[in-house]
């Protein structure tokens, strides 16, 4: 399976680079609410992965990997804004299996695709503990924001709408 050599790659980075994590086993679950509650967690430490295409004008088209808390949406506007497009809206299935190289609800808050840009919100890289599938629905990893921020490099932006 395809998501298995995403989670493979991760595992590689993380130990390559000595970044502490724990994984964490549980039944198959992609939805945050759902799998923030087998995880034990709050719901707002969970990194949220949401792929958007964005058309910044008629003839350009980027892909965006939006990483939010858990217990917040993306905001779209705010998107919009932060790349001066026209349009916002989520990418279709395959397309953001192909980019994320994972399945819907097991999408990472990395980025192995260069046409695949991340942008995490603030709130992502404080978090103390991040929670998030690790490119399969019955496997979870816990790291810290810090640590995630330093080896995913996103760029950091407000792109979080309010808390639920």
Do not use: W
């Amino acid at each position: 399976m395809p998501e298995h050599d995403t989670y493979r790659r991760l595992i590689e980075l993380l130990d390559a680079t000595a970044t502490p994590y724990r994984l964490i086993d549980h039944e198959p679950e992609g939805g945050t609410e759902a799998v923030s509650a087998l995880r034990g967690h709050p719901v707002a430490q969970a990194a949220k992965c949401v792929v958007l295409r964005v058309r910044v004008d008629r003839r350009t088209t980027r892909h965006v990997l939006a990483v939010v808390p858990g217990d917040r949406r993306v905001d779209l506007d705010a998107v919009r804004a932060l790349f001066g497009a026209r349009y916002v809206g989520f990418s279709d299935a395959a397309t953001a299996e192909r980019l994320a190289r994972a399945v819907p609800g097991s999408v990472l808050p990395f980025s192995f695709d260069e046409e695949l840009e991340l942008v995490a919100d603030p709130a992502v890289v404080a978090s103390r503990e991040l929670y998030f599938n690790a490119a399969r629905l019955d496997r979870s990893l816990v790291m810290s924001g810090a640590d995630y921020a330093a080896l995913a490099e996103p760029r950091v932006e407000p792109v979080a709408g309010p808390a639920r």
